[in-house]
């Protein structure tokens, strides 16, 4: 069973372990899609489950603003994790999360991600990460959104001046934990329309759509920069911010184990690739909605939880997802071009986009 931790009580040595096996697939893994290397496969599918192709709404919509939400991102970060631990021929190495309720500052104090030993530190007068292993010059972004062109990490942390000129920025504060207390009382997974705005809908509520907190969507924007576009995950800090989410849906499963998925195979209306029974792309086959909501059978769990008894004891093979040996997305769309992916909730815009309770 893997542990993961908390990123606040890494050891040197754990820091250390984590972001070698996250170079290696980005330097010396070779691409399964035809890119340059393993890491960049995971930024191009993520952006391919966000496609634009009319302005209007994300098709296909595999990962964002509907039930496949929690999913999708939960066999996503499981299946990095596998290949980081294939990386570094190490089966210990697990993703870290960044508490971003607790851990908050924007420089590198104790407990803070922005290390140069971990993430790295940003320079105040560009907000292009300069330090630590992902620093410009080391760490080369190569798949990008139409209409970009920089090859480098940039982060805002709260800051206004390099963020576009448009609402909602700036967004200066980090989910509260009380917004994620609040948030996991919501006692429905989704409900119809099965998309944004959806309510009471936990995953709407988790995802940022509705609600004090705008949890997940805030996170992006406050980081900012190279976390605004659908290739947010060329910054690797989408991943232990996807991971603290992971954690939050996990926490509510504990707390709600009497709520099933919803939507359940073939409901009428629901989106293709969300319903309980679908396979998720672009892993097809066996990874369905349904194989990824016992993270204890995927063998797996976080640091901060004990295994309940009412969940099923973790299966010695936990699911080994299938590698990506395929060609470009079967879906046509126009080239993404940078834009809003996120935004914040009715209720934080009403509070002038402070983070309300």
Not at 41 to 67: E, F
Not at 83 to 105: C, E, G, K, R, S
Not at 167 to 185: D, H, M, R
Request: glycine content about 8%; some cysteine.
């Amino acid at each position: 069973m893997n542990i993961r931790k908390n990123q606040a009580r890494l050891s040197t040595a754990e820091k250390t372990a984590f972001v070698n096996a996250i170079l290696q697939l980005k330097t010396a893994t070779p691409s399964q899609m035809g890119l340059a290397n393993r890491y960049d496969d995971y930024v191009q599918i993520h952006m391919d489950s966000m496609m634009l192709p009319d302005g209007s709404d994300r098709v296909p919509g595999w990962a964002h603003r509907g039930p496949a939400f929690g999913p999708w991102h939960r066999a996503l970060l499981r299946n990095l994790e596998l290949d980081l631990q294939d990386a570094a021929n190490d089966p210990a190495i697990t993703l870290p999360y960044w508490d971003w309720t607790v851990n908050q500052t924007v420089g590198p104090a104790a407990g803070s991600p922005w290390t140069d030993d971990f993430m790295g530190r940003m320079d105040a007068s560009t907000d292009i990460v300069n330090s630590g292993p992902f620093r410009q010059g080391n760490w080369v972004l190569n798949v990008l959104e139409a209409g970009t062109n920089e090859s480098f990490l940039r982060r805002a942390l709260g800051r206004g001046q390099f963020q576009p000129n448009q609402p909602p920025f700036p967004i200066a504060t980090l989910p509260t934990s009380a917004n994620v207390s609040t948030g996991k009382q919501e006692v429905a997974y989704d409900t119809v329309p099965w998309a944004r705005g959806a309510n009471p809908s936990f995953r709407d509520r988790l995802e940022g759509w509705h609600g004090p907190g705008s949890i997940h969507n805030r996170v992006h924007l406050w980081v900012g920069g190279t976390m605004l576009p659908s290739t947010s995950p060329n910054d690797p800090v989408f991943f232990l911010h996807h991971c603290n989410i992971d954690r939050i849906w996990a926490q509510w499963q504990q707390d709600h184990t009497a709520l099933p998925y919803v939507p359940a195979a073939n409901t009428p209306g629901a989106p293709h690739g969300h319903m309980l029974t679908d396979s998720m792309q672009p892993w097809g086959g066996p990874i369905t909605v349904q194989s990824t909501l016992d993270h204890y059978a995927l063998g797996y769990m976080y640091d901060d939880e004990m295994t309940p008894a009412q969940f099923p004891a973790p299966v010695a093979q936990p699911i080994r997802f299938p590698r990506w040996r395929h060609g470009p997305p079967t879906h046509q769309h126009a080239p993404m071009r940078m834009g809003m992916m996120f935004d914040i909730s009715p209720e934080d815009k009403a509070a002038g986009g402070h983070a309300v309770r």
